[in-house]
Structures are given as C-alpha cells and as structure tokens.
C-alpha cells in the first residue's frame, strides 16, 4: 500500500499556517534519492544528473538538487532565467529544446550552457547567431518503436524530437568543421517506463552509434546523455525502479561496449524529472462537498488547474485520507474538482474509506509535472508549494496565485 510522507497532525499543524490545496515536497526524500542515483553511477567518472526543470520548476526545489550534485536541464528562457537565478551556470545547465527561438540560443550561449541541438537545420542558424560552441550535443532518434524483450515502449518515429542515424554522422562532421572539439549525444525514446531495463538498452544503442560515428567521421563523442523517461509506480501494485540495478546494467554495457573500443572515459548524463521528484511530492486538498446522484462524489478544494495529468492522460494518482489509512475502503467515488470540465476528476469509481467533509485528500506522487502543468482555467488560481524540511518544519517555496496575479495581464 501506497503510504504518504505526511501525517494527518502533520497537516493539521500546516493548516494553522498555510491553507489548502498546496503541493507539498519531502526534502529528505529528494536527498537520499539523489545520493542513491549519485552512488549507482558512481562508477562513472563525469556522471551528472541535469534535472528537467520544466518537472518542477521551483527555486527551491532546483538549489537542494543543486546541493547534491545535479545541474539542470532547460528548454525555454524562462528555465534559462531561472536557473540562472537559482545559481546555475555554466556546464551545469543542459539546454534541450526544439523548434528552438534565435533569443533562447543566444541566452543558452551567454550562460555557457551545453546546447543540444534537436535538429541538423539548426546548425547554421547557431552558427549565424552566435558560432558555434566548443561543447555541443546532437539529438538522436532511431524512429521505429523501442522495444525491450519484444515489449514495446514507446514510439520514437512519431515523435517530433532527434535527428535520424544519417543526419548525426552528418550533423558531427559539419560541427567539426566549424569548431566544435567535444562532442556529447542525447535520446530520449520512451516515457515514465517502470523497468529496471530502460536506461541499460537505451546505452547500448547509443554506445554502439558512438562507434559507428567514430569510424564514419572520426569524431570521439565524450559524452553521452540518458535522458530522462526513467519512471515511478504510480500504481499502488506496481514495483518501484532499483537505481541501483539500473547503474549496473548501463554499467555492464559500458563496459562490453566502449571500454574494449578504447572508450573508457565517456561520461554518462541523465536528465530525470519524475524519477527525481514525482514521489517525494504530494497534493494536499480538502473535502469541501458531497454529492449523491448516479454517482457518489467527493468535492474537494483542488482542481486539474493544479494537477492536470489525470484530466490530460487520464493518469493514475493513488489517494489516502489522512487518518483513515486502515480504515477499511467500503465506499466508491469520484473525486472532483471545482471547473466547468467534466475531465477535472482526480479519481474515478476509486475505492475509498468513507470521506466526510474536512478530510484531507493526499493526492500521491505530484512532485514532478505537477503544479508544473498548472493552467488557470476558469480563472482558477494556482495553488502553492511547501517544503517539509528533513527537520519536521514547513517552509513556503512558492505562494499560492492571487486575483492579482491572474489579472496583471488583463487590459480593461
Ligand atoms: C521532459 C524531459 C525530460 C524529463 O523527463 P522525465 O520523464 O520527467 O524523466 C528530460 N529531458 C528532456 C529533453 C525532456 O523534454
């Protein structure tokens, strides 16, 4: 059973303070993950996690990553500007966009960040805009589908990222030519996969088109990029990933692989999002109403506005009431939100211990492309984040939307 890093006196102390819905983060959860993920890669000399800022892309959350070692990884210039000012600099900011505007190449330039290119075409356009760097990276996609053990994952062919086998020989060479000396390669070719196998075979393609590059073109790729896709349970029945097992099996490959090619020092990067933050975070919402038609249903405080992934995906969050954890789950409901949007359900025909009004509902498993996807239909206002400190306190990393917030672009 799915058991949330809160207590209900812990909430009860919170409400006394900040009042629901907040998203609420567990820093002694990221911590010992990211030395977890740390340690299963050690083995590699260079290994960086740059995390995917548009998980969470909160201040707070950025620099306690920052603390353990991680850079980040942006796609817009407004990641750039934050993790700018959150102090990331340099080669500690992965810059991994596409259709990418002229300002966000120029301001990636500026800060020194690792540009990964998503596309060959854009080679010259880097080249015009500000030349191009003496580190740079190229996004790969294999098309077709990924398959692990005849199981397919995902589809990279229709998907709109990476370059084809044929075009990276290519776009390597020509970087080449125009001054580039290291050179790093990036995929990304299947989501939130629960599967200890991900990473291991995803690396052995990569490791085995880093040799091929080498011959065609003679250039030494020095490092080489995961990505992210690493997923989490979300699913109460589901195992959990060993990060553990995952940094031996990239680690086996690497080592059948590149170490016999004389390609002992290539770094490995990730670029992990969920995996890094999608358990350690929760939404903490309120029952506010009931209703009985011909369905039961639990109305609560929170909205898609602040969790949009079972409304866009129909995606699986599990809930418990906060202090009814054993109680026995003799009642089904729906859990609803306030829009004018019939999808705004946080949980369909869920079983449930009985809900009255005044229950917290602890929506799991928000940490990571949660209050990130936020959007204020119907005037909605976003709700806040807070940090559970590793201490026990509670500290504010984002305030809740105001009327204010939502109107400063509005002209009347
Ligand atoms: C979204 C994204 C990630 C993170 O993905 P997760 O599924 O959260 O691990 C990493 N890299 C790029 C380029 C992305 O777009």
Same mark, same amino acid.
């Given at each position: 059973?799915?058991?949330?890093?809160?207590?209900?006196?812990?909430? /009860?102390?919170?409400?006394?303070?900040?009042?629901?819905?907040? $998203?609420?983060?567990?820093?002694?959860?990221?911590?010992?993950?990211?030395?977890?993920?740390?340690?299963?890669?050690?083995?590699?000399?260079?290994?960086?996690?740059?995390?995917?800022?548009?998980?969470?892309?909160?201040?707070?959350? #950025?620099?306690? #990553? $920052?603390? !353990?070692?991680?850079? &980040?990884?942006?796609?817009?210039?407004?990641?750039?500007?934050?993790?700018?000012?959150?102090?990331?600099?340099?080669?500690?900011?992965?810059?991994?966009?596409?259709?990418?505007?002229?300002?966000?190449? &120029?301001?990636?330039?500026?800060?020194?960040?690792?540009?990964?290119?998503?596309?060959?075409?854009?080679?010259?356009?880097?080249?015009?805009?500000? *030349?191009?760097?003496?580190?740079?990276?190229?996004?790969?996609?294999?098309?077709?589908?990924?398959?692990?053990?005849?199981?397919?994952?995902?589809?990279?062919?229709?998907?709109?990222?990476?370059?084809?086998?044929? !075009?990276?020989?290519?776009?390597?060479?020509?970087?080449?030519?125009?001054?580039?000396?290291?050179?790093?390669?990036?995929?990304?070719?299947?989501?939130?996969?629960?599967?200890?196998?991900?990473?291991?075979?995803?690396?052995?393609? #990569?490791? $085995?088109?880093?040799?091929?590059? /080498?011959?065609?073109?003679?250039?030494?790729?020095?490092?080489?990029?995961?990505?992210?896709?690493? *997923?989490?349970?979300?699913?109460?029945?589901?195992?959990?990933?060993?990060?553990?097992?995952?940094?031996?099996?990239?680690?086996?490959?690497?080592?059948?692989?590149?170490?016999?090619?004389?390609?002992?020092?290539?770094?490995?990067?990730?670029?992990?999002?969920?995996?890094?933050?999608?358990?350690?975070?929760?939404?903490?919402?309120?029952?506010?109403?009931? /209703?009985?038609?011909?369905?039961?249903?639990?109305?609560?405080?929170?909205?898609?506005?602040?969790?949009?992934?079972?409304?866009? @995906?129909?995606?699986?969050?599990?809930?418990?009431?906060? *202090? /009814?954890?054993?109680? &026995? @789950?003799?009642?089904?409901?729906?859990?609803?939100?306030?829009?004018?949007?019939?999808?705004?359900?946080?949980?369909?025909?869920?079983?449930?211990?009985?809900?009255?009004?005044?229950?917290?509902?602890?929506?799991?498993?928000? *940490?990571?492309?949660?209050?990130?996807?936020?959007?204020?239909?119907?005037?909605?206002?976003?709700?806040?984040?807070?940090?559970?400190?590793?201490?026990?306190?509670?500290?504010?990393?984002?305030?809740?939307?105001?009327?204010?917030?939502?109107?400063?672009?509005?002209?009347?």
């Amino acid at each position: 059973m799915k058991k949330p890093f809160v207590t209900l006196d812990k909430l /009860k102390e919170i409400e006394q303070t900040y009042q629901t819905p907040y $998203h609420l983060y567990d820093e002694r959860g990221i911590v010992e993950n990211a030395k977890r993920l740390n340690e299963a890669f050690a083995w590699n000399h260079g290994f960086r996690e740059y995390f995917a800022v548009k998980a969470t892309p909160t201040p707070a959350i #950025l620099k306690l #990553l $920052h603390e !353990q070692g991680c850079g &980040v990884d942006c796609s817009s210039l407004t990641e750039l500007l934050m993790s700018e000012m959150s102090g990331f600099y340099g080669n500690e900011i992965m810059f991994s966009s596409n259709e990418t505007p002229d300002e966000e190449f &120029v301001k990636a330039a500026q800060l020194g960040a690792i540009i990964n290119l998503d596309d060959i075409t854009h080679i010259p356009v880097l080249d015009k805009l500000v *030349g191009i760097p003496k580190k740079i990276c190229c996004r790969f996609n294999p098309g077709g589908s990924f398959e692990i053990a005849n199981k397919i994952m995902d589809n990279p062919g229709d998907a709109k990222y990476g370059m084809t086998r044929e !075009q990276i020989i290519s776009a390597y060479s020509q970087l080449q030519k125009l001054g580039a000396e290291e050179f790093g390669i990036h995929a990304f070719l299947a989501s939130n996969t629960v599967s200890n196998d991900y990473y291991p075979v995803l690396a052995a393609q #990569l490791f $085995h088109l880093i040799l091929d590059i /080498k011959r065609a073109t003679g250039v030494e790729i020095s490092f080489v990029n995961l990505s992210g896709g690493v *997923g989490i349970p979300y699913l109460p029945e589901q195992q959990p990933n060993d990060i553990k097992v995952i940094g031996e099996g990239v680690r086996r490959v690497y080592e059948e692989i590149l170490v016999p090619a004389g390609m002992g020092d290539v770094a490995l990067y990730t670029e992990m999002g969920r995996f890094m933050l999608a358990p350690y975070g929760c939404l903490v919402t309120k029952a506010i109403r009931e /209703k009985h038609t011909y369905k039961e249903y639990v109305g609560v405080d929170a909205s898609a506005c602040d969790l949009m992934r079972p409304a866009m @995906y129909g995606a699986y969050h599990h809930i418990t009431v906060a *202090g /009814k954890e054993t109680a &026995v @789950y003799d009642h089904t409901y729906d859990v609803v939100g306030s829009l004018c949007e019939n999808n705004d359900k946080f949980a369909v025909d869920r079983a449930l211990p009985r809900v009255d009004i005044g229950d917290y509902l602890v929506i799991h498993d928000t *940490g990571a492309h949660g209050r990130a996807m936020g959007y204020n239909y119907n005037g909605k206002l976003r709700s806040g984040e807070l940090l559970l400190k590793a201490d026990g306190s509670v500290e504010q990393i984002r305030r809740p939307e105001t009327v204010d917030d939502y109107f400063a672009t509005l002209i009347f």
